[in-house]
């Protein structure tokens, strides 16, 4: 089955959930804003992906904490995300023993269908 992690209101989370609906593949959904995303499972989904991939420095949130002001290298931007999970970009689909990050229809109809 799949996971989908992210946030309710967020755009691409819900392109994915449409796009999951259409095609009828069942999913199970984790919103951040209930169920946070600890440091562990982050360092699990890295080794798929990598931290440029993950962390989402064009989020609202990394402005609004000031993020980029203190060049943060890839093992506190891990502990960041673990702190404030909205800097996690999203969607983060876990299927089959890997991840994919964000919503790309193309990529998901090579991933998924």
Same mark, same amino acid.
């Given at each position: 089955m799949l996971s989908i992690y992210g946030i309710k209101n967020c755009d691409? %989370? *819900?392109k994915a959930i449409a796009f999951f609906k259409k095609n009828d593949l069942a &999913?199970?959904?984790?919103?951040?804003?209930?169920? $946070? %995303?600890?440091?562990n499972k982050i360092q699990n989904w890295l080794q798929y992906t990598d931290t440029k991939t993950l962390f989402n420095s064009r989020s609202t949130t990394y402005r609004e904490l000031k993020l980029k002001e203190l060049k943060l290298d890839d093992a506190q931007k891990i502990i960041w995300m673990a702190k404030e999970n *909205?800097?996690? *970009?999203? $969607? %983060? %689909?876990? &299927?089959?023993?890997?991840?994919v990050v964000g919503f790309n229809e193309d990529n998901y109809k090579g991933v998924f269908l």
């Open positions: 691409s %989370v *819900k &999913y199970n959904f984790i919103d951040f804003t209930q169920t $946070p %995303v600890e440091e *909205k800097l996690i *970009k999203r $969607p %983060v %689909v876990e &299927y089959n023993d890997t991840i």
